[in-house]
């Protein structure tokens, strides 16, 4: 919803300081409400001032962009804390150190009042490891009031609505219940189990399972996480992750209260130079930002901001805010995904047809040579048909002529080949010297020898006394062929 710059507040004779620049997004700059909730936020941090809370010292709005100031913290938050200590947990003294801290800052928080001296009822309930903030020289301070929840809001919470992060909500938080300070005592047990243990209180694999455990008070106690757990401890962690809110402590006063008493009877130091010590064993030496000295600045820009107590600083200079340019150069999604989707079609299709026209011309599918335009391809030639060309013979129905029984009758066809004939040597005898030669079919058709159908015996030469006899009928008697009455 907004984003943050590390800026650089500059004054006279060389004053400058770091500080944060929040803003609000520009896609945002037109949501009233939100615009509300942001400024909101803005005037509620700006009137608290405790050590244990981040300040805001100015508030403003530039070209329709709105914006606040805050004091800068050269550290980290918890969860990068609980990511980089190994095995998972932070020494016992540095966790309750830590919740000794916010118990102290959410305290303040709770009992403000405006000028007037009424209550004004803030409940933070965003307690959470990324917005509790440690310094390297053992600070603690609570950040983001953006969903922070006050008696007299202009803009209230719409029902059926739930803020905050689901793993660190109280029970009435997650049931939509009216809430109290001790939503965020609850949060705050929430915070102390997770350092303790090295484990969240409260995990599922969805939102609403979280929510349901929280509900119903199912988690693990710490003796059954870690067997060592000290019991005196334990107790005072049960007691803030009480369901019943009348059960839990009345207030994160009580709950330092606690935490000092058992780090007295466990022979704990609650100090800041102890939880400096372990920033600096966990990420080493960290050195304050150099403007002079940052390659990500280029072409700054002046801001000229205002102050928020308009009143008391009318006659005061503007003050300074030197930062880096914004990048306001915006990809939407929809676009994003086009032109991925487009360099995946470029990348793997192009090849994938480079690839199947060389397969197809090396498998000898395709013609490698190019094709020839349809323009220059010659047309069919068609001879005409002149009186002299010789026209085919029409096809009739074939003669049948009296053969003899060694004769294979045969349909005439328009086309057939004639064998080339084989001389005889000259002294083999022929076996049917005697016998006529059977009578082709298309010779009588009147056809030529090259129109001869093959025949599937060929013929023997006969003799020309046989030829001039071959149409006697005497001759086609079996009994007169062979007089010694056998057949062949």
């Not at 609505?161 to 929430?190: N, W």
């Amino acid at each position: 919803m907004a984003e943050l710059y590390l800026a650089k507040s500059l004054g006279i004779a060389g004053f400058e300081r770091p500080c944060v620049l929040k803003l609000v997004l520009p896609r945002l700059t037109e949501d009233a409400v939100f615009v509300e909730m942001f400024l909101t936020e803005a005037r509620l941090a700006a009137t608290l001032d405790h050590p244990n809370v981040v300040h805001v010292v100015d508030t403003g709005e530039v070209d329709g962009e709105f914006f606040f100031v805050m004091e800068y913290v050269h550290g980290r938050d918890v969860r990068a804390l609980l990511r980089a200590s190994n095995p998972g947990t932070v020494p016992l003294h540095a966790a309750l150190t830590i919740a000794h801290g916010v118990a102290e800052g959410l305290h303040y928080v709770h009992e403000r009042r405006d000028p007037s001296g009424r209550f004004l009822g803030l409940v933070h309930r965003d307690v959470s490891p990324s917005n509790v903030m440690v310094s390297y020289d053992g600070s603690v301070k609570l950040v983001d009031f953006g969903i922070a929840k006050a008696t007299e809001m202009r803009h209230a919470t719409r029902t059926g609505v739930v803020k905050g992060k689901v793993h660190y909500m109280s029970p009435e938080q997650c049931e939509g219940r009216p809430l109290d300070r001790r939503t965020d005592v609850f949060a705050l047990g929430i915070l102390l189990y997770e350092m303790t243990t090295g484990r969240p209180a409260f995990t599922g694999t969805n939102d609403y399972y979280v929510m349901s455990r929280i509900v119903r008070g199912v988690f693990a106690r710490p003796r059954e996480v870690d067997p060592a757990y000290p019991p005196e401890l334990e107790q005072i962690v049960l007691r803030a992750l009480a369901r019943d809110p009348n059960e839990r402590y009345v207030s994160a006063q009580a709950l330092q209260v606690e935490l000092e008493q058992y780090a007295r009877a466990a022979d704990l130091t609650l100090s800041p130079r102890m939880l400096a010590e372990t920033m600096t064993e966990v990420f080493g030496e960290a050195l304050a930002p150099n403007f002079d000295e940052d390659d990500e600045e280029i072409a700054p820009t002046q801001l000229h901001v205002g102050s928020v107590d308009s009143a008391a600083m009318a006659h005061s200079a503007p003050t300074d805010l030197l930062v880096g340019p914004r990048r306001t150069t915006r990809v939407s999604v929809t676009a994003r995904k086009r032109t991925v989707a487009l360099a995946l079609v470029l990348g793997l299709g192009v090849p994938c047809l480079f690839v199947g026209a060389w397969a197809a011309i090396e498998l000898g599918v395709a013609d490698p040579v190019a094709a020839v335009p349809s323009a220059t391809v010659p047309a069919p030639v068609v001879a005409p048909i002149s009186a002299a060309t010789p026209l085919p013979v029409p096809l009739g129905p074939p003669k049948i002529v009296p053969i003899s029984p060694r004769a294979v009758a045969l349909p005439t066809t328009s086309h057939s080949f004639a064998p080339t004939p084989q001389p005889a040597p000259a002294d083999a005898v022929p076996i049917d010297a005697g016998l006529p030669a059977a009578t082709d079919p298309a010779s009588e058709a009147g056809l030529g020898p090259a129109e001869t159908k093959r025949r599937r015996k060929p013929n023997r030469p006969s003799a020309p006394d046989e030829q001039e006899t071959s149409r006697d009928p005497a001759r086609l008697d079996p009994s007169a062929m062979y007089p010694s009455g056998r057949g062949r």
